[in-house]
């Protein structure tokens, strides 16, 4: 239990230093970011208790949004992706999102891949909209999302290939 | 009730979620101007309908005393037809070239707040933009801040952070008028020098330097005044003459030379 908690604790910060620090300034191509802190909400285990990540989530886009000054954008993706995560893990694992180590074995590739694409997308369709706020402007939104999306996505899969012992 | 809190803890999540999530809108709203902005339009948009809607059947109860007031105004503008009856010269400050009117009914109104708004039932779509004047009947009422398609909200006269340029009808002497507060009916009219002289009952009248308003629009008389301990300015009591408590019809001015204005004066 305690382990678990310094494990979760550790992931937060490092993976908000990671954001502040490197990710956002990578601005691929002049203003493509990825945005793999997303990564605390994929490993937050499957069948920990959803109330306290909806306050991690907050937290987490809290902290990034003070420190990033945006105004409040990554807090709401966050908040609302913690939300919708037991929804999203139904939808790509079936009777396997009880199983803790969904992401690690006993799924399909496949459904891994749909299940961090689901998320990172809700995440950064969410993040775009509210950080330009206007409906004209959509399909600069889709564009944006689409672009940032696969580069979250590529990170994020590379990192759980490369820690991912098998078993 | 055992029922109620089993509902309750079986939503947790949805509520907390929902919690949060009004958290971090209230915390996007006080972070960012232009967030606040569309969010206040977004509000505008909805309120201006159904407000519209209750108006409008309001309107319907009170056509008589409109009728009245119409009346009474076309009665002053008689009025000031015959007693300047060849009055057409471009000179004539009231009809000052360059401002177009147009009108536009009061659909929400405050007056109890320190900051007071008001809603009028013309938009976008009626060439209504932001920072144009706006006039009633007896004087001048406020100044246009957002717009949508058919509505447009407006700062009130009777808003805290609203300085009008104004001056006394009498020597031109001119000041900033303001509203500090409390009364629906005082405003402060100061930075008068004391080198003029003022008198209760004087009228003030709206001094042109600024581009909302043409000179010499009405705003209201001296009720009071007394000189601060500096010894150099008057400080005046205003009543206005418009009830800011009963707005109904209002017209608003467009600047046709606000952008030759602006060039001047960036």
């Known amino acids: 239990m305690i382990q678990e908690t310094l494990k979760i604790t550790g992931q937060f910060i490092l993976l908000i230093v ?104 809700t ?9 330009i706020f206007n409906w004209n402007a959509i399909r600069y939104i889709l564009s944006n999302t689409l672009y940032s999306s696969l580069f979250t996505l590529s990170i994020l899969w590379l990192t759980l290939s490369l820690f991912n012992v098998r078993r | 009730m055992q029922q109620i809190i089993n509902a309750i803890f079986r939503n947790k999540n949805a509520l907390i979620y929902l919690l949060l999530l009004l958290f971090a809108f209230v915390f996007l709203n006080n972070r960012s101007y232009y967030h606040q902005t569309r969010l206040e339009k977004l509000g505008l948009k909805l309120a201006g309908s159904l407000w519209n809607l209750q108006d409008n059947t309001a309107n319907y109860f009170s056509l008589q005393q409109q009728n009245k007031a119409l009346l009474e105004e076309n009665r002053k503008l008689r009025e000031l037809l015959t007693a300047h009856p060849n009055d057409t010269d471009s000179i004539s400050p009231t009809l000052l070239p360059g401002f177009t009117y147009r009108h536009a009914r009061v659909i929400k109104n405050s007056f109890d707040q320190a900051r007071n708004t008001l809603v009028i039932d013309k938009g976008a ?54 509203w500090p507060g409390v009364e629906a009916n005082r405003l402060l009219l100061t930075n008068i020098s004391t080198i003029n002289t003022v008198a209760v009952g004087d009228s003030i009248v709206t001094g042109g330097m600024s581009d909302y308003f043409p000179k010499d629009i009405p705003i209201g008389k001296v009720v009071a005044f007394k000189i601060l301990p500096s010894k150099r300015y008057y400080e005046i009591e205003v009543m206005p003459f418009t009830n800011f408590t009963a707005l109904e019809h209002v017209y608003i001015l467009q600047n046709n030379r606000r952008e030759e204005l602006q060039q001047l004066n960036p």
Request: glycine residues 8%; neutral net charge.
């Open chain 1, 18 to 121: 990671l954001q502040v620090l490197i990710f956002s300034n990578i601005n691929f191509l002049g203003y493509i970011n990825p945005y793999p802190y997303l990564l605390f909400v994929v490993l937050y285990r499957l069948d920990s208790s959803q109330t306290v990540l909806l306050f991690l989530g907050f937290f987490l886009g809290l902290f990034l949004d003070l420190m990033l000054q945006t105004a409040g954008a990554h807090t709401i993706a966050t908040l609302t992706v913690c939300f919708l995560r037991p929804a999203i893990s139904n939808f790509s694992f079936g009777v396997n999102a009880e199983n803790s180590h969904a992401l690690e074995y006993g799924t399909k590739r496949s459904s891994r891949m749909i299940f961090l694409a689901l998320l990172v997308f």
């Open chain 1, 123 to 131: 995440h950064h369709l969410i993040y775009f909209s509210i950080t």
């Open chain 2, 125 to 178: 779509r009626d060439s209504i933009r932001g920072e144009m004047g706006i006039v009633g009947p007896d004087g001048i009422v406020g100044i246009v801040n957002e717009t949508t398609a058919h509505y447009a909200s407006a700062l009130s006269l009777l808003h805290a952070d609203v300085r009008i340029n104004a001056k006394l009808k009498t020597n031109d002497a001119f000041g900033s008028l303001y």
